[in-house]
């Protein structure tokens, strides 16, 4: 099961400066000291948000998500996928995998995991969970807690890292590819990390109309990753049929023909950058936040 994750609006973008660092090389691929240095950036999540409710609630209902951090062609990035065409709600729009929680699951992070395994048919023992990222926002229809995890995805079958400064090996998507669950995922894409911070790609919105955050077009990846999986033309639903600044973010998967990150999947992405210290928050002359990366 994918749950969608889409509830922003539109503003104008703040001019742009890109960092001239962060707490990663966006370049060079992740090592076993750039998830330490992850892990400890996360591990102050949990002091300012307190610890995370270990059991499934009923009241609301919940659901787990994973950021899920991989080496593909020796670069950095993060995978994502695009819901499939069949998919009732949200279909053809990009998010991160995960769904609902079960009442067979331990947490809420066996949940996001279980889900992972199901879409994309990555064991949970092949993923090194390195954290959250805040506190679980509520979905668009107000009726579900979605707790967002980060988690590194190591290649199936291969040595770790001779030392903590050598590089992970790459991720074959062509492997995940073969085993997804095609009623669910229509696509699935990595996006390199220096590609999150490049301004030709970043769209400025609003989170629940008052956060801001950006959200990133990925409409060439999405492309390129449709022909090479022979499902060309899967995002076509949302992406056809509404243009101009009547469309609400939470409808389709990106304004005027493009593919977006965005929503609550661009909220929590951009939770992450900043924790990565990529993107930074400040306020204009008169006092509203902006985000600038």
Same mark, same amino acid.
């Given at each position: ?92 729009? %990009?998010? @991160?995998?995960?769904?609902?929680? !079960?009442? =067979?699951?331990?947490?809420? $992070?066996?949940?996001? &995991?279980?889900?992972? #395994? ?68 229509? %696509?699935? @894409?990595?996006?390199?990390?220096? !590609?999150? =911070?490049?301004?030709?790609? $970043?769209?400025?919105? &609003?989170?629940?109309? #008052? ?83």
């Amino acid at each position: 099961m994918i749950i969608s994750l889409h509830a922003a609006m539109s503003i104008p973008g703040p001019s742009m400066t890109l960092r001239s660092s962060s707490l990663l090389s966006f370049s060079k691929p992740f090592t076993p000291n750039s998830l330490k240095a992850l892990r400890h950036a996360l591990s102050s999540v949990v002091q300012q948000t307190g610890p995370q409710q270990s059991q499934p609630g009923n009241k609301p209902r919940h659901a787990g998500v994973l950021i899920p951090l991989c080496n593909v062609e020796g670069k950095p990035g993060i995978l994502l996928q695009v819901r499939a065409k069949n998919l009732r709600n949200h279909s053809g729009e %990009v998010s @991160f995998p995960g769904g609902r929680i !079960d009442e =067979t699951d331990a947490s809420f $992070l066996d949940g996001a &995991l279980r889900e992972t #395994e199901e879409e994309l048919g990555i064991r949970p023992e092949e993923i090194d969970v390195l954290g959250n990222i805040g506190p679980p926002e509520v979905n668009l229809r107000g009726d579900m807690c979605v707790w967002p995890y980060v988690g590194f995805v190591n290649q199936r079958n291969t040595k770790q890292p001779e030392s903590d400064d050598y590089p992970y090996p790459s991720l074959d998507l062509n492997q995940i590819r073969s085993v997804m669950s095609i009623s669910e995922v229509a %696509v699935v @894409f990595h996006v390199p990390l220096a !590609d999150l =911070t490049a301004p030709g790609r $970043l769209r400025s919105y &609003l989170f629940r109309g #008052e956060r801001p955050y950006w959200a990133v077009d990925v409409t060439d990846i999405v492309r390129s990753a449709e022909e090479l999986s022979g499902s060309s033309g899967s995002t076509s639903i949302s992406t056809e049929a509404v243009h101009g600044e009547t469309q609400l973010d939470e409808v389709g998967s990106g304004r005027e023909g493009r593919v977006e990150i965005w929503g609550l999947t661009g909220w929590y992405l951009s939770l992450l950058l900043r924790r990565l210290q990529a993107y930074q928050e400040e306020k204009d002359s008169v006092g509203i936040p902006q985000i600038k990366p």
